[in-house]
């Protein structure tokens, strides 16, 4: 069965640095999202992106965020200047319409620690 | 504007026993609604989805939701609870105009054997 994977699981990073969050979408679908789960709160959506440019984006996604689809398969998330309050899990998910019928397939996430 | 209230943050049952997980939602458009289960450590997985089709409907692990468009309502049921159903579950409201998905806070469901 096709799924979303993402990479890496598991990123511990220094605050001020950058991160990049990798996704590989599943292949026929259109529509990438990014969400955010900080350690037990809710999951937060962060940007949806579709055609090469974002569609909509959350008060999170400030300017230290941002999207790319670089090369057709893979859909980046970049931290410019990581926070100590970006720690969280990062959700990458796609699909292959709006949601009018299809879904939201999520990979498992990649847990982002800032120290 | 869209928004989900997942009116019990825990609930906690028997195994054997029915579950009930309640989600009230608000729209300006006609909304496809879902509901997404996290065991610990995953990553997010659908139970099951309403996009205006059936009003009841059926997801799997024997789960199912009645959307209720008079009470604003899609709540999550079971008849009888396993062990393996201890869960995060979350009801996801999403604008099909805009593309846009709102997650309730979560409801986490215990099962006591």
């Known amino acids: 069965e096709p799924e979303v994977t993402q990479t890496p699981s598991h990123q511990v990073t220094q605050m001020g640095q950058e991160v990049i969050l990798r996704c590989v979408p599943i292949?026929?679908?259109?529509?990438f999202y990014w969400y955010r789960q900080i350690l037990g709160q809710k999951v937060e959506f962060l940007v949806s992106?579709?055609?090469?440019?974002?569609?909509?984006k959350s008060e999170i996604f400030d300017d230290q965020f941002s999207v790319e689809r670089p090369d057709g398969s893979n859909f980046t998330l970049k931290i410019r200047s990581t926070k100590l309050e970006d720690s969280a899990m990062y959700f990458c998910?796609?699909?292959?319409?709006?949601?009018?019928?299809?879904?939201?397939?999520f990979g498992e996430g990649s847990r982002l620690t800032v120290l | 504007a869209q928004s989900v209230t997942q009116l019990d943050s825990h609930v906690s049952v028997s195994e054997g026993t029915p579950v009930l997980l309640r989600c009230n939602y608000s729209?300006?458009?006609?909304?496809?609604l879902f509901w997404y289960v996290q065991h610990p450590n995953k990553g997010l997985q659908l139970l099951l989805k309403?996009?205006?089709?059936?009003?009841l409907v059926k997801g799997i692990n024997g789960f199912e939701a009645e959307f209720k468009k008079s009470e604003t309502s899609f709540h999550l049921t079971k008849p009888s609870a396993h062990m393996s159903d201890a869960a995060e579950y979350f009801c996801?409201?999403?604008?099909?105009?805009?593309?846009?998905?709102?997650f309730g806070d979560g409801t986490t469901l215990t099962v006591k054997p």
């Open positions: 998910a796609s699909s292959w319409d709006r949601g009018n019928t299809g879904e939201l397939f």
């Open positions: 292949s026929n679908h259109l529509y």
């Open positions: 992106f579709y055609n090469n440019e974002i569609s909509e």
């Open positions: 729209s300006s458009y006609s909304p496809s």
């Open positions: 309403y996009t205006s089709a059936a009003t």
């Open positions: 996801v409201v999403i604008n099909t105009n805009a593309g846009k998905s709102t």
